[in-house]
């Protein structure tokens, strides 16, 4: 996959790999799916890997993609990594409590709140 193709942007943080999303809105399956390929590729390639996803440019998701988000923190799990979430918009937020997913992931309110939590 060509790097201006990526919907993603990752930088390396004080050994935390930090993911922006370029996309605004997260809705449509093929978007979905190469998010999940690209998330997946990272997670395979580090044991142990430090991750957070940092949602300051996202304004809409999908259920398709809170799905994608569960499958990927149970990849990090197997591989005894962290995953954290961070920037959430708050009517993203609100999705996260109804569905009580903000029970299983850790949500920050700020990158900075996240990264000094790992």
């Known amino acids: 996959m ?3 193709q990526s919907h993603l942007t990752v930088t390396n943080r004080s050994g935390v ?3 922006e999303f370029a996309d ?3 809705l449509d399956e093929l978007c979905i799916t190469e998010i999940r390929d690209e998330l997946s590729e990272l997670i395979m390639a580090t044991e142990g890997i430090k991750l957070l996803l940092d949602f300051r440019n996202v304004e809409h998701l999908s259920s398709a993609a809170l799905g994608v988000l569960i499958t990927l923190n ?3 799990t197997e591989r005894k990594g962290k995953l954290k ?3 959430i918009a708050p009517q993203i937020f609100k999705v996260f409590k109804i569905t009580r997913l903000n029970i299983l992931f ?3 309110d700020t990158t900075e709140q996240a990264l000094s939590s790992f």
């Open 24 to 26: 605004r809105k997260i």
């Open 85 to 87: 979430l961070s920037n």
């Open 2 to 4: 060509s790097e201006e």
């Open 74 to 76: 149970n990849q990090v």
């Open 106 to 108: 850790d949500i920050y």
């Open 17 to 19: 790999s930090v993911v």
